[in-house]
């Protein structure tokens, strides 16, 4: 991708543009609206006693959180969820902006989308580790693993609206890939998303988990990247 | 300048800080060291400043082989040079690791400290304590196994809390000089008698003094000549017992040996000879010390931690509320987005007060009281069950109480005394379970109940529900003619299980005999409370 200051600028427009159509839109705030409830709904749930086996409600509620949030982001990433006046990749395909300001733009807008998200679903975690006596911190850790999940999954979702034309077989594609990488948690390891947003996962899966999705992330705005010149000529 | 050191080395102040005793923790376990294991023990902690301090007196008690940690804490405010005494009374499970007790000030920094370790060859089934010159000579064994201790104390180690009379079975008295006793002392001592607690006179007492007069069951009228042959005292010169009214005989070959009576649910005996001069296998010893009964608790309640939930749905609530305001706002303008930064830095400071508050809710203590009440002396059994909803540290309420020990699952439990409350900080994991026990006195007038042809007659009861118990017959209160006296006569017979029998024998191990021998009354707990208020009526 190259960079320079008309990149950041034009790729900055594009932000802009979408952030306003996730959150200057009736349909944008009814979409925070919705994530808030799930948050304040997994929050209760997440106040459940443990027990002494160690097994806590937690756990659930952290999981639910990294569904929620990385849901919320890649449905609006892949366009599952349409915002009035979005402009997917095949828009910006056919206007001015270069692929590398496409590409950049997106990810950064992605990336913004899944902090917000990310940060209204972090209270709920802080209360949760506070409940159990936990450290702030351990909420701040759980919340960058949720993070560069969503925007992993959204990149993909993102490079998918850019390469497959069908709607139909672009959801199938995205649910069907997202279920079957949220399904592997029992194959995959401490490094699954699922295990690693864990409470008091091991660091280590946490960092790899992390890199994994933001590889993918990267990969796939590269891909995103790759797409646009065959879409223009399209 | 040599001269301006010397002025400076006299100075009063500079002199005064020389000559004042240093600052020292003495502490000292048990009854004369001796202990009793699984039941309140007297600890003494005698701490001495050489300078004003300000904040606790801790006492660190080991619990499950070093596992867990109980520090007791009681307020310490001592002027320059200054002195205190600390009669507690602990509960000891840990043969082997010792018991420390330090001075801290306020924030947390010590100031002198001293530990004393149990010795494992000085726990006792039975402790007898004497005061006076003359050791008394019980049985060695004790009838349900193990070994029985025989200490001699002085006035000023009596404990001032009735709970740490608990290790104690008999106290003999050869002297009693009461001007070295304090009033707490003083009343701690009548009120375990009164609670079951047995003391036997063995020497003469001042029957003008206070206590003296309290424990005197006969007068002593002279000599009655020479004691020869008996089983109960050895052979020498008798002193000659007249009953005090209400007080019966103890006769062996038409010469009275002692002489007793009862002081609520407890005993005193007067002997006619000297404690040393009663031997071992005398019946004497078999009438003064207690029969060793199994002490039970109320049975355990499989229940789970309750989260109130309306806290935190509030307080989520609020923030998800807050955070779209702000969303909505930042979709307008730029500014929305400070906004959004100021909920979540709100949130992030709000949020583990939230947490905290939801944890004090959810830590409920399901508390069991019985308050036996004789000769109007009120005195609480408390039984606390609680299990921990998370891992860390949770809080509980206690009412002013003289005693509390804590078992279960832990790490580390302060009981902290402030002035007009108990607070237990217990660190768990989740799902630990942890029991309370407490014993207090209540310093609120207790209903009286007297047998009177029949029937049981009760005063001061203020318009409670109750039930009275005697023999194997219950009969419910029923308001009398006259102001606030109530009266139980029509009889039925007893259901043997009844919950306030059953309470009362978790305060009382010998409560069945006690129903047998005087009426019992017993009222329903108040609002919001589980628990008996059992009164002992005289007959």
Known sequence: MAGGGGVTLNASAI???????????????????????????????????????????????????????????????????????????????????????????????????????????????????????????????????????????????????????????????????????????????????????????????????????????????????????????? | MLFLLFAL???????????????????????????????????????????????????????????????????????PAGGARWHLAVMLSDARRPVRASVVLEEGSPVASAEVAPQPERAAASVVAYLGADPPTPPQEVSSGGRRAVVRLTEELLPDRAAAYASLDLLVVGELDERRLSEAQRRALQTWVLHGGR????????????????????????????????????????????????????????????????????????????????????????????????????????????????????????????????VWLAGRSGLGWLAAGLVLAASAAGMPVLADRVRQSSAVLEAVWVEVAVEGTRRTYGWGRTQAPYRGSHTYTLPSVEAVAV????????????????LVRADQAAGERLRLRWEALADVPAPQAEARNGAVVVQGAGGAEGLAFWGSRQAPLERSGASDQWVASRWQPVEPHHPALEAFRWAQPGAATIVEDRPVVAFPPGEGRQGWLVVVGSR
């Open chain 1, 15 to 234: 932000v802009r543009g979408d952030l306003r159509a996730r959150f200057a839109t009736r349909k944008g705030i009814l979409v925070q609206g919705a994530l808030g409830a799930c948050v304040w709904l997994l929050g209760l749930l997440g106040t459940g006693p443990d027990r002494a086996g160690g097994e806590s409600p937690l756990w659930v509620a952290s999981v639910g959180l990294l569904v929620v949030v990385g849901f919320v982001v890649t449905a609006a990433a892949g366009e599952e969820i349409s915002f009035p006046g979005y402009k997917g990749v095949q828009d910006l395909a056919a206007s001015p902006f270069s692929a590398s300001e496409v590409a950049w733009g997106k990810a950064l807008s992605e990336g913004v989308f899944a902090t917000v998200c990310t940060a209204a679903a972090w209270p709920a975690l802080l209360f949760l580790h506070a409940l159990r006596a936990g450290a702030w911190q351990e909420s701040v850790v759980q919340a960058a693993v949720v993070w560069a999940v969503s925007w992993g999954f959204a990149g993909f979702a993102t490079w998918l609206t850019s390469a497959v034309e069908s709607e139909v077989s672009r959801s199938v594609l995205l649910w069907g890939g997202i279920l079957a990488v949220l399904a592997g948690a029992g194959l995959a390891g401490p490094w699954h998303p699922v295990q690693a947003v864990r409470p008091f996962a091991p660091a280590w899966a946490r960092a790899l988990c992390a890199v994994v999705f933001l590889a993918l992330g990267a990969t796939s705005f590269w891909g995103v990247r790759r797409r646009i010149p065959r879409l223009k000529e399209a």
């Open chain 2, 9 to 79: 080395w006299f100075s009063p102040s500079h002199l005064a800080a020389a000559w004042a005793q240093p600052t020292s923790v003495r502490v000292s376990l048990g009854w004369d060291g001796w202990i009793r294991f699984g039941t309140w023990n007297p600890v003494t902690v005698d701490v001495q400043v050489d300078r004003p301090v300000r904040g606790w007196l801790v006492v660190e008690v080991p619990q499950e082989f070093g596992t867990q940690r109980v520090r007791l804490r009681h307020r310490v405010d001592l002027p």
């Open chain 2, 199 to 326: 003391v036997v006179v063995a020497g003469w007492l001042l029957p003008t003094a206070p206590l003296s007069g309290w424990l005197s069951v006969a007068q002593e009228v002279g000599a009655a000549g020479e004691a020869a042959g008996l089983r109960s005292v050895t052979d020498g010169p008798l002193r000659l017992l007249h009953p005090l009214p209400g007080s019966q005989l103890v006769v062996e070959r038409s010469r009275t040996v002692a002489v007793w009576a009862s002081r609520g649910l407890g005993r005193v005996y007067a002997w006619a000879v000297g404690a040393a001069r009663v031997p071992p296998d005398s019946p004497l010893w078999y009438l003064a010390l207690p029969a060793p009964l199994p002490h039970e608790g109320p049975p355990e309640v499989e229940s789970r931690p309750r989260v109130p939930l309306a806290p935190a749905a509030a307080g989520l609530g609020l923030y998800v509320a807050l955070w779209l305001v702000a």
């Open chain 2, 407 to 422: 078992s279960g699952g832990f790490t580390e439990v302060e009981v902290a005394w402030l002035a007009d409350r108990v």
